[in-house]
C-alpha cells in the first residue's frame, strides 16, 4: 500500500533558524513527489514536484531533495512569513495522477 | 500557474439538506478531477477521481450515494453531499491536472461545509 509518512508533526523555529523537515515514503513506482504549503483554510499551493532520486530544486528559502526512501524540504533563514502546513504527496505511475498526501508539518517561525 | 477555483468558499446548511460544491478549472481542460476532504490539523483524504464523461471512481469507504460526483464538462466537476449530517462537517478540497507527463495537480482554495 502507498503510504506517506512526515516528520515531525510540528516544528517551531526562531526566524533564522534552519531546518529541514522529512517525508518518508513507499510506493510501487514513483511516478512523482510533490510538496505543498498549505495556509490555514486555504488549498493546498504547489511548491516543487521530484521525479527521481538525487534531484534537487530550490525556490526563495526553500530546497526540496529526494531519495529512494525519503524526500527533505531544507528551509534556510526562516522567516514568520513561511509559517504554514508543509505537505508531502507521492504519485504512483499506475495512479491516473492520484495524489496520497502525508499528515503534514506544521512550521511556526518566530520573530 | 493554472487555477483552479471552487465556489462557495463557505456554506452552512441544515441536517437533511444537500450541497452542490463546484470545480473549475479556469484556464485548461481537465478531463480528471480529484476531490479531497479534510478534517482540522489533519491531511487531505482523497474521496473520488471525478471523469469527465463517465462515472466518477470513489476510493474504500466513501459512500457515493452520499457524496454524488458529476464532472460535465472538461472545465466543471461539482459534488453533491446529499441528505448532509454534521459529521459530513469538512473542509472539501478540489484539484485538477493539465495532463501530459508532469503529474502536477492544482488545487482550489477549498470549501468549508458546516452542517447544523
Known amino acids: 500500500e502507498d503510504q506517506v509518512t512526515q516528520s515531525p508533526e510540528a516544528l517551531r523555529l526562531q526566524e533564522g533558524e534552519s531546518s529541514s523537515l522529512n517525508c518518508s515514503y513507499t510506493?510501487?513506482?514513483?511516478?512523482?513527489l510533490f510538496w505543498y504549503r498549505q495556509d490555514p483554510g486555504k488549498g493546498p499551493e504547489f511548491l516543487f514536484t521530484l521525479y527521481s532520486a538525487g534531484e534537487e530544486k530550490e525556490k526563495e528559502r526553500l530546497k526540496a531533495t529526494l531519495t529512494k526512501k525519503e524526500s527533505f524540504l531544507h528551509i534556510t533563514a526562516p522567516k514568520p512569513e513561511d509559517s504554514a502546513t508543509y505537505l508531502c504527496?507521492?504519485?504512483?505511475?499506475?495512479?491516473?495522477?492520484?495524489?496520497?498526501f502525508g499528515a503534514g508539518t506544521r512550521l511556526a517561525v518566530h520573530p | 500557474g493554472a487555477v483552479v477555483s471552487q465556489h462557495p468558499s463557505r456554506v452552512i446548511c441544515k441536517s437533511g439538506t444537500s450541497v452542490k460544491i463546484e470545480c473549475r478549472s479556469l484556464?485548461?481542460?481537465?478531463?480528471?478531477m480529484f476531490w479531497y476532504r479534510q478534517f482540522p490539523k489533519k491531511s487531505l483524504m482523497l474521496m473520488a477521481t471525478s471523469n469527465e464523461g463517465s462515472k466518477a471512481t470513489y476510493e474504500q469507504g466513501v459512500e457515493k450515494d452520499k457524496f454524488l460526483i458529476n464532472h460535465a464538462s472538461l472545465t466543471l466537476s461539482t459534488l453533491t453531499v446529499t441528505s448532509a449530517h454534521p459529521e459530513d462537517s469538512s473542509f472539501y478540497i478540489c484539484s485538477a491536472g493539465k495532463g501530459g507527463n508532469t503529474g502536477e495537480l492544482f488545487f482550489g482554495e477549498g470549501s468549508r461545509l458546516t452542517v447544523l
Open positions: 504527496a507521492v504519485q504512483a505511475r499506475s495512479g491516473y495522477n492520484k495524489l496520497i
Open positions: 484556464d485548461f481542460q481537465a478531463t480528471t
Open positions: 510506493v510501487s513506482g514513483l511516478r512523482g
